[in-house]
């Protein structure tokens, strides 16, 4: 059995670069814009003649660049390349082995000195906002290499812990830290912990909830994908302290890419003795697996995952029993978000000042977060707890496209809410969005402008949480339906302001869900109602939608007086869903097949019209609640 | 029923994990991945070998969206319905390629049956939001698909239903 200092030991030279070596970015962002590509065309290009090694590598959050290509020359620090295409990246290649390192598609250096007008990340805002504890690594070792996880500091975390930390040390050095739960409900992990270590009984499981459903929010893929291991060591660290066996990480069905990544490793961690039995041959032995989910949302709640993962519907329940007394087949269980399990190597492994010395007094450490919707650069960061979200907005994701101006951020997923563009100075603090009756969330934020409509987001949202509930509660099922019927109606002009008190009524009575998925569906109404009021009041008072993005408000018509001759045939071509049809000499659109695209008024300007819509168009269910006849109710009280 | 496509058989799935609690999403994911669904002869191996009733057990299959119990299309057309995508017109999207494919968004329900021609159905976000709208044809992503360019991806779908036919 290998000790790990012979382990690290023989793993530390894997990143000594004895030839040139280029490395593609394979993160699923990356292969979603043709990195595999990119990789074929390296090899074929080496195999032509060029004197390099390709490989590959994880990403960097730096999703707006993708395919990045990253270049090592032997005792160089790296370049950064991107966005690189599967045709110009052996014409790179050459070029650098040639001496000439193209500052022109160069993103950056990961060296401390600029090379021929290529910046460090250091000097980079983009890099200079952050904090990279948990992203350390990313898009600097190759994912599915333990030994590249090995020689950048990896497995100190565990082989600390059992090199003479008991397992009341590490609970100890976790509360020092101020760990707390990444998922959004912000509990001491420590005392999670604790919680399993002295639960009764030698069955006892360790769940990761790795079933990002939030849209919107990423953060855990990247962990997941590019650097698997650190999850791997966390999970084993927290088998060593609560005494579980046997562990289970459960990822979403939308990641095939961490799926295989983490079973890789999981498979490579085995064949080196850091999982298993009798692991780093100190006796303590630990396995784990990984579940794939199958596309339900609300198996993120952990006892929806707890049921999901033995062999039942994902259905949540109410608590109590807390998994920590019957999860998994009614034996204790510790459930923790990705985030949270990837922290503790580093903890143990640097001490827990390392992590509570930055972000706030009662929320420590970093927080990763993921930036998408109108902005410009898409990417997932990692900053300090309590950085203001201008700071992300501007620096990191560098605003939203030119003459449009920032509306609103939706934050916390679908179960979160909507915050106004005041909030942009308002540090990313739990408190925070607490004190206003909302949440942060996992860390999705997306950016929205003056071109989206906020009732129309919310109804999204509804619907997305309707869609995804379970059915178990009336409370949810009915209610979430009736929220989506009512937001339906108003963004179809057919609401009324007694719609309004409806919602809020909702808002009340869904408290009562068992599970916060039914609890929090009526969130992002209560968020969005509470800035964004004018908008909901043109909605019902007036029917229009300021932002114009309803498009069950909007009528085309074609004026029959321009339409003539050779117009009415580009019209008619232009319509993707046949619903401009030839009328007399000129064209007309059939109003309820027209999806209101608006290539018609892009083919033709002068001849059609933008108006309000003539008709009110049918809502999904007719019955409206002062019609409904109350009188034939048979009262059971 | 279908042939294996990866010559694996339900029985021989099953046995891998006779015996064994908590294995059944990984049962129907193996099952899914040779056969394309999970097809109703499976059920009664499944039901008997891990003791389970099979009404939870065509509970638990339904529950999941990604489980199917027909064929899938011949082209099938995953369209994500993030909120990056809903706000960028995939709606729009949507709209457009369910008339030029003739059909509607969902999936087929009941069992068995022979494979359609199309199929569009949903996506979750999975944070690809640089391709929004984001439309997968055949599991290859196509992005951005602006609603000028919709009926051009509908007509290469429909092309692929011509190659794979001939």
């Known amino acids: ?637 | 029923m279908v042939q294996s496509r990866t010559g694996e058989t339900i029985d021989g799935i099953i046995d891998e994990y006779r015996g064994r609690q908590g294995v059944l999403l990984h049962v129907f994911h193996r099952i899914q991945a040779a056969y394309g669904y999970v097809p109703q002869e499976a059920m009664e191996p499944i039901a008997k070998a891990f003791r389970m009733h099979p009404s939870t057990l065509f509970g638990t299959l339904t529950f999941y969206s990604e489980f199917r119990t027909s064929p899938p299309a011949k082209v099938q057309v995953g369209m994500c319905l993030g909120p990056t995508c809903h706000i960028k017109g995939a709606e729009v999207v949507k709209a457009i390629l369910e008339h030029k494919l003739g059909v509607h968004e969902g999936h087929q329900h009941g069992y068995g049956g022979d494979a359609p021609d199309f199929a569009i159905h949903e996506v979750e976000c999975a944070g690809h939001c640089h391709l929004a709208p984001l439309v997968y044809v055949n599991g290859e992503p196509h992005g951005p698909v602006e609603i000028a360019n919709a009926a051009a991806l509908a007509d290469d779908a429909r092309s692929r239903l011509n190659g794979a036919t001939a």
């Not at chain 1, 009798?278 to 709640?301: H, K, R």
């Not at chain 1, 949440?439 to 869609?467: H, N, P, Y």
């Open chain 1, 1 to 637: 059995m290998d000790t790990f200092e012979r382990l690290a030991a023989a793993a530390a030279a894997s990143l000594t670069v004895t030839r040139t070596l280029v490395q593609v970015s394979m993160g699923s962002c990356g292969m979603h814009r043709g990195a595999e590509a990119v990789l074929a065309a390296l090899r074929t290009a080496i195999a032509d003649g060029l004197d390099a090694e390709a490989g590959i590598v994880g990403c960097n959050g730096m999703c707006w660049v993708e395919p990045i290509v990253r270049i090592t020359r032997p005792g160089q620090p790296a370049i950064v390349y991107g966005p690189v295409s599967a045709e110009a990246a052996p014409g790179l290649l050459r070029d650098v082995l040639a001496g000439n390192l193209r500052p022109d598609l160069a993103l950056g250096t990961e060296g401390e000195t600029a090379v021929d007008g290529i910046t460090p990340f250091s000097q980079k805002p983009y890099f200079q906002v952050q904090r990279r504890n948990l992203l350390a690594r990313m898009g600097k070792v190759d994912p599915e290499n333990l030994d590249h996880y090995l020689a950048t500091g990896g497995y100190a975390g565990l082989d600390k812990a059992l090199s003479g930390l008991s397992p009341e040390d590490i609970v100890k050095l976790l509360l020092d830290g101020n760990l707390t739960g990444r998922g959004g409900a912000n509990f001491p992990a420590g005392r999670k912990w604790d919680f399993l270590r002295t639960a009764r009984g030698s069955e006892k499981y360790m769940v990761c909830n790795a079933d990002e459903g939030d849209p919107g929010a990423f953060v855990n893929r990247i962990l997941l994908e590019s650097d698997p291991f650190l999850l791997i060591e966390g999970l084993t660290i927290g088998g060593y302290v609560t005494g579980a066996p046997y562990g289970f990480i459960y990822i979403r069905d939308e990641y095939p890419l961490a799926v295989e990544r983490v079973r890789k490793a999981l498979d490579a961690a085995r064949s080196r003795g850091l999982l298993g039995k009798n692991i780093l041959g100190t006796g303590f032995s630990y396995d784990m697996e990984v579940v794939q989910g199958a596309g339900a949302y609300v198996c993120g709640e952990e006892t929806g995952l707890i049921s999901s993962i033995q062999d039942y519907r994902g259905m949540p329940r109410i608590k109590p029993p807390f998994p920590a007394q019957a999860g998994v087949f009614m034996k204790p269980t510790n459930v923790n978000n990705v985030e949270t399990y990837t922290y503790v190597p580093g903890i143990l492994a640097n001490g827990p000042e390392w992590f509570s010395s930055v972000g706030l007094a009662a929320n420590k450490g970093t927080k990763l977060f993921s930036l998408s919707g109108r902005i410009n650069r898409l990417c997932i960061i990692e900053v300090d707890m309590g950085t203001p979200i201008r700071t992300l907005y501007e620096v990191c994701g560098d605003g939203i496209g030119e003459g449009h101006t920032l509306k609103g951020i939706q934050q916390g997923g679908p179960l979160g809410g909507v915050i106004p563009a005041d909030w942009l100075d308002t540090g990313l603090d739990p408190a925070n969005f607490n004190a206003q009756g909302t949440i942060m969330g996992s860390g999705g934020l997306i950016f929205l402008d003056e071109r989206d409509c906020i009732v129309d987001l919310c109804k999204w949202l509804t619907a997305f949480d309707m869609d995804e509930s379970c059915g178990r509660c009336t409370t949810c099922r009915i209610g979430s339906m009736r929220m989506v019927d009512i937001m339906d109606r108003m963004t179809k002009g057919i609401a009324g302001p007694e719609d309004l008190q409806v919602l809020q009524h909702l808002e009340g009575l869904m408290n009562n869900a068992n599970c916060v998925h039914g609890q929090f569906t009526p969130k992002p109404f209560n968020a969005a109602y509470k800035w964004f009021k004018a908008e909901f009041d043109a909605h019902v008072f007036e029917h229009t939608c300021p932002s114009g993005s309803c498009r069950d408000l909007q009528e085309y018509s074609i004026d029959p007086a321009r339409a003539t001759g050779a117009v009415v045939d580009r019209l008619v071509a232009s319509c993707p869903v046949d619903a401009i049809v030839r009328w007399d000499g000129s064209a007309t659109i059939v109003q309820n097949q027209c999806v209101r695209c608006g290539l018609c008024k892009t083919a033709a300007p002068d001849a059609v019209t933008v108006g309000p819509r003539s008709e009110a168009p049918a809502a999904n269910r007719e019955v409206r609640y002062e019609q409904t006849d109350w009188s034939s109710t048979r009262s059971y009280i």
